[in-house]
């Protein structure tokens, strides 16, 4: 069955109120396979919501659509194995207080809220989303103040973008009291999944506290709308700089052509592709995993054949205060005593790192 684009069809909060959260309602759309339909009969670690305007783009394609595979549950996300924890990132020893993980000394990430608008099968903070974050911003105000080596801080969750204009100025507004915190990042899919949430409105709001930063989880060039660019072309116009971040998935864009296609586009629209991740060992990301010796193989193909300002940076998320490694694009093959050995285009070649 189509769905009917109301007069309040552009309305972000229209779009929130009428999203599609159950199997009955799912079907009302779309003819479930065997094993989404088992999925749905399970009690779900990971809520499923859909708004109305991505179940637009999953109407009448087929079960194996990109979209479809990272919003519409499958039996397989229920999995369990040794290697995938409810906490890959070990992001809950590392909570300062309240809403505050800090994992690095001079950056920290804000949780603002559990919610989005829509839930991805790989999420990594699925362990958090079946309850609400009590958001005491009196206390995480007061824990930056008196941490003067923090100068950079990411509002994260869920996603922050589906807070209310009101309530995401409170946040931002009480950040920016404080002198030493220079860089305010925001990480977001709404341009993706709501992308009616970029307003006026909001643009104008987050202009008034620049430098702001916002990363964008893209994951294939089908996500790229004519409202998405839309919605991109007012956040890049109200002068903040965007970045995205992309998860490397199994059969939604571990190859290189798929990426190649996805970053190119990207900086076609004003958004630089910052990082590649490598999927996090979660639980539900069984059938999403890429096996990290294929994601360096990618990231290297994709460098020898594009523009610089199209390779991000291939990382992979370790667990606590280690974070984020870079995997690639890397040419060095192996370093020796005062010497690096590198390998381009199945090229070695010997550097040394001696002046005499």
Partial sequence: MKIKKTKNWDNWQWQLCNSISTKAEIQKYLTLTEEEIS??????????????YLLNQLVNIDSECILRKQFIPRISEFSSSKYIFDDPLKEDENIAVNNIIRRYKSKSALICTNKCAAYCRYCTRRRRANFEVKFDLHSCINYFSSHKEINDVLLTGGDPLILSDEKLEEIIC??????????????????????????????????KYHPIYINI???NVVEITNECILAIGMLADGGIPLGSQTVLLKGINDSADSLEKLFRKLLNIRVKPYYLYQCDKIHGCKDFYVKLGKGVNIINTIQENSSGLSVPHFVVDLPGNIGKCVAGPYNIKKGLKNKIIFNKEKLEYEYSDVIQ
């Fill in 217 to 219: 989880h893209f994951s």
């Fill in 39 to 52: 999925a749905f009969n399970q009690p779900f670690r990971l809520p499923f919501t859909i708004t109305p």
């Fill in 174 to 207: 009480s950040l920016r009291s404080i002198k030493h915190i220079e860089i305010l990042r925001i990480g977001t899919r709404v341009p993706v999944i709501l992308p009616m949430r970029v307003t006026k409105s909001l643009i104008k709001m987050l202009k």
